[in-house]
């Protein structure tokens, strides 16, 4: 693994055979002084290198963890929750890829905060993983062999028009959005100023959405071309894509 500045045009340089993969996971927590940091790895029916590596690494195995550091002067990214300070609720939905990335947004935010989160899940069992939050109503859906999506969407759709509360949605009317193929381009926006922090102070919904690409994608068209929410108030990241690796 090239271990300088450009190390990622030289890690793409690498022939095949040398070029290790590179796959992308949530730091649920952070032990800085014990040099630790928590991930939670889906492991998933089809092969992927991260998948393997949870399911057969033992203690002494070696990995490359690559990271933003909070220590950096500047906008050192890495974090995609940006609400506004003064959202009046938040919404966040997700797959099993958001579950750590949801649990930890429920744990550090404020108890005076208040919202949804609906997280589908594989089995009922993974509900343990996902916290309460005193002004949150949390649904975990468990998707029990059902197609990805099909518990989370409709439960989306069912809850983000009461969160708007009667219709004062920062609405900016239906928004016609660009197609994205996300088969071949990234569903990635999260809006923010230029110094990497909220990109409003304030709004009545702060919807946060992550999970698979076509799921989020589905999700995205509901809130923001039917719904009408506003375009800087929502953040949708596509995490994976059913049929296709990272990379
Ligand atoms: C910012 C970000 C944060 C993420 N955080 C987490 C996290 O904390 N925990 C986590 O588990 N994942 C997380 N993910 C998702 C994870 O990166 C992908 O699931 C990744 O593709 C897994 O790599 P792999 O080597 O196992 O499979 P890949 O080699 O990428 O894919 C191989 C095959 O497996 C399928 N596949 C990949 N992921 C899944 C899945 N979850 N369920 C079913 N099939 C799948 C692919 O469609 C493909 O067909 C995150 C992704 C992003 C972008």
Redesign the pocket.
């Known amino acids: 693994m090239p271990m300088t500045d450009d190390w990622y045009a030289l890690w793409r340089e690498l022939p095949d055979q040398h070029r290790n993969?590179i796959?992308?996971?949530?730091?649920?927590d952070v032990r800085a002084e014990l040099r630790e940091i928590d991930?939670?790895?889906?492991?998933?029916?089809?092969?992927?290198?991260?998948?393997?590596?949870?399911e057969t690494a033992a203690i002494g195995d070696e990995l490359i963890v690559l990271g933003p550091n909070a220590l950096h002067e500047g906008v050192h990214g890495g974090v995609?929750f940006l609400p506004p300070p003064h959202a009046e609720r938040i919404l966040l939905a997700g797959?099993?890829?958001?579950?750590?990335?949801i649990a930890a947004i429920l744990e550090r935010l404020p108890a005076t905060a208040s919202g949804h989160a609906i997280v589908e899940v594989p089995h009922a069992d993974d509900a343990v993983c996902v916290p309460s939050h005193p002004g949150f109503t949390v649904e975990v859906l468990a998707r029990h062999g059902l197609p990805?999506g099909e518990l989370l969407v409709p439960s989306v759709q069912a809850a983000a028009p009461g969160l708007l509360r009667s219709g004062r949605a920062g609405s900016t009317g239906q928004t016609e959005l660009g197609d994205v193929d996300v088969d071949v381009d990234m569903l990635?926006e999260v809006p923010s100023d230029d110094h990497g922090g909220p990109a409003q102070q304030a709004a009545p919904l702060y919807a946060w959405l992550?999970g698979?690409a076509g799921v989020i994608k589905t999700l995205r068209r509901h809130l923001v071309s039917e719904l009408g929410i506003d375009r800087k108030s929502v953040a949708f990241?596509?995490?994976?894509?059913?049929?296709?690796?990272?990379?």
């Open positions: 993969p796959r992308t996971y949530t730091v649920r991930v939670d790895v889906v492991v998933h029916p089809v092969d992927g290198p991260a998948s393997i590596w949870a995609d797959d099993e890829t958001a579950l750590p990335a990805q990635w992550a698979e990241m596509g995490y994976w894509r059913l049929g296709r690796a990272e990379g």
